[in-house]
């Protein structure tokens, strides 16, 4: 089982900077591909980035990447998220998700575990 915990997210206005953070229980969590998605209202719930177990492999939806950084650090049970270059069209809640796999996929589904997801709100 993990548990995951999302924060940093925030108001910003666009062209600004945040950096999400994830902080997950368990002993586990370096063989588990994580994975962010995002939910803005009215919407569905998309594929923002992910990374593998190892750190050696990572994506980005088109709309993000250039701009978003999906991190890892096994030793301190985090991922992270770093978003530059925010547009009014990243406002949404953002998730924290965990396979119970090494390798990750795009969608939701294939994800075991969720945070309880974090607002960030990019304003014009």
């Known amino acids: 089982q993990v548990q995951l915990v999302e924060s940093g997210g925030g108001l910003v206005q666009a062209g600004g900077s945040l950096r999400l953070s994830c902080a997950a229980s368990?002993?586990?969590?370096?063989?588990?591909?994580m994975g962010w998605f995002r939910q803005a209202p009215g919407k569905e719930r998309e594929f923002v980035a992910a990374i593998n177990w190892s750190v050696r492999s990572t994506d980005y939806a088109g709309s993000v990447k250039g701009r978003f950084t999906i991190s890892r650090d096994n030793a301190k049970n985090t991922v992270y998220l770093q978003m530059n270059s925010l547009k009014p069209e990243d406002t949404a809640v953002y998730y924290c998700a965990a396979r119970d796999s090494g390798h990750y996929y795009y969608s939701p589904y294939d994800y075991d575990y969720w945070g309880q997801g974090t607002q960030v709100t990019v304003s014009s």
């Open positions: 368990g002993r586990t969590f370096s063989s588990h591909a």
